[in-house]
């Protein structure tokens, strides 16, 4: 029976999401439980590109992302794929209305990492920001409007800034690896063996600059999916509070996290402000 098989993709989708994100996983649980399925098959297509390119060394990761492309349009096309993320996220789009653009931008992005180390430009450096992350935040918002395209306008530069803020914060987070495991630097003229005190506050600066902008977009998200996307809101503030307070050189040799019991705390404090009605 096909929705058995449909039903089975999801959860694929859901348990790839909570092995690769604790984090996420729970920003996720905090959304209406009508849209949490398609968030999931979401992470889960963009999280399976990013390993690709990120982990699976010793493999031809020209061929897998290409075969991975090829195999997402082939189930675009008859509607069905046997493996479960592709078949999850495919029933997503077009349920959703989630244009080739964005998925095309997306792996063009995920492309450039297999071969592109520097982002010397900060044309260079926005384009892969909106590829890698802004259309991500896209995609979840087609979910997240249910088809009201005067909503999906409204909201598309917050949603955008908070996917640039999300990636921003993750290249700050995984300097160390980013350069010495995959050799990439992605911030434009900032020095990675000697992390200045001023290039670090100007990269804090301008991720802080859009989580302002952001967040006027999350007060006006649809009930559903407002306290699931303020709790990951929350939580990379938090992240990035920490790597302000990290001095540069602990951050170029040790990776910043959040603790367990901070994450529920977070949780707690912005469950909180949902309720009262503060947001």
């Given at each position: 029976?096909?929705?058995?098989?449909?039903?089975?993709?999801?959860?694929?989708?859901?348990?790839?999401?909570?092995?690769y994100s604790t984090s996420f996983s729970l920003a996720v649980k905090m959304?209406?439980?009508?849209?949490?399925?398609?968030?999931y098959s979401i992470y889960a297509f963009v999280r399976f590109a990013d390993e690709i390119v990120d982990s699976f060394h010793g493999y031809d990761k020209n061929k897998l992302i290409n075969q991975f492309e090829a195999d997402y349009y082939a189930a675009i096309e008859a509607g069905i794929s046997l493996n479960p993320i592709?078949?999850?996220?495919?029933?997503?789009?077009?349920?959703?209305?989630?244009?080739?653009?964005?998925?095309?931008?997306?792996?063009?992005?995920?492309?450039?990492?297999?071969?592109?180390?520097?982002?010397?430009?900060?044309?260079?450096?926005?384009?892969?920001?909106?590829?890698?992350?802004?259309?991500?935040?896209?995609?979840?918002?087609?979910?997240?409007?249910?088809?009201?395209?005067?909503?999906?306008?409204?909201?598309?530069?917050?949603?955008?800034?908070?996917?640039?803020?999300?990636?921003?914060?993750?290249?700050?987070?995984?300097?160390?690896?980013d350069y010495e495991i995959l050799n990439r630097s992605y911030f434009p003229g900032v020095n990675f063996k000697s992390l200045g005190l001023n290039a670090k506050q100007s990269i804090i600066n301008e991720i802080e600059e859009d989580f302002v902008e952001a967040y006027k977009g999350i007060k006006l998200l649809p009930i559903e999916a407002k306290f699931g996307v303020y709790t990951a809101y929350i939580y990379?503030?938090?992240?990035?509070?920490?790597?302000?307070?990290?001095?540069?050189?602990?951050?170029?040799?040790t990776r910043i996290r959040v603790s367990n019991p901070m994450k529920v705390s977070l949780l707690a404090r912005s469950f909180l402000v949902f309720k009262l009605n503060l947001l």
């Open positions: 029976m096909k929705q058995l098989f449909d039903d089975t993709s999801f959860i694929c989708s859901k348990i790839v999401t909570k092995k959304l209406s439980p009508k849209i949490r399925e398609d968030i592709l078949n999850s996220f495919q029933k997503t789009v077009k349920k959703n209305n989630i244009t080739d653009d964005l998925v095309q931008a997306f792996l063009t992005s995920m492309k450039l990492d297999l071969n592109k180390t520097e982002y010397e430009t900060q044309a260079e450096y926005n384009k892969y920001i909106y590829g890698s992350a802004d259309v991500v935040g896209l995609m979840c918002l087609k979910v997240f409007v249910n088809g009201d395209d005067e909503k999906y306008e409204s909201l598309k530069e917050p949603a955008m800034k908070l996917g640039s803020a999300f990636q921003k914060v993750n290249f700050l987070r995984d300097l160390k690896d990379y503030r938090r992240l990035l509070s920490k790597l302000k307070n990290t001095p540069s050189e602990k951050i170029l040799t």
